[in-house]
């Protein structure tokens, strides 16, 4: 059972910045491998960005040059830094954990991008 809760999305103007927040259990972000999903309006999930376990990042590529990860293991919680947001960046964005084989979701936190 493990929860994880984001947070840190609203609305704002294409051009404009957020940064989303997952917190999650202790010891999950050094012991599981890491990642950042959206789910578009009328489209499936896909991935925005990923942590393996020995630390590689990447990027879709829509998001790379705009987006950051990152994360801070004393506070338990997972960043993604959004900037130069476009309206195509609309969608519900998601944290999720793998671990052990068993892939862990949360809530998902609603960002809306307008012109």
């Known amino acids: 059972q493990v929860q994880l809760v984001e947070s840190g999305g609203g609305s704002v103007q294409a051009g404009e910045s957020l940064k989303l927040s997952c917190v999650a259990p202790e010891n999950i972000l050094s012991e599981c491998g890491m990642g950042w999903y959206r789910q578009p309006p009328g489209k499936k999930r896909e991935l925005v960005s990923r942590?393996?376990?020995?630390?590689?990042?990447t990027y879709a590529d829509s998001v790379k040059g705009r987006f950051t990860v990152s994360q801070d293991n004393d506070k338990n919680t997972l960043y993604l830094q959004m900037k130069s947001l476009e309206i195509e960046d609309t969608a519900v964005y998601y944290c999720a954990a793998n671990c052990y084989g068993y892939t862990y979701w949360g809530q998902g936190t609603q960002v809306t991008v307008s012109s």
């Open positions: 942590i393996s376990s020995d630390g590689f990042i």
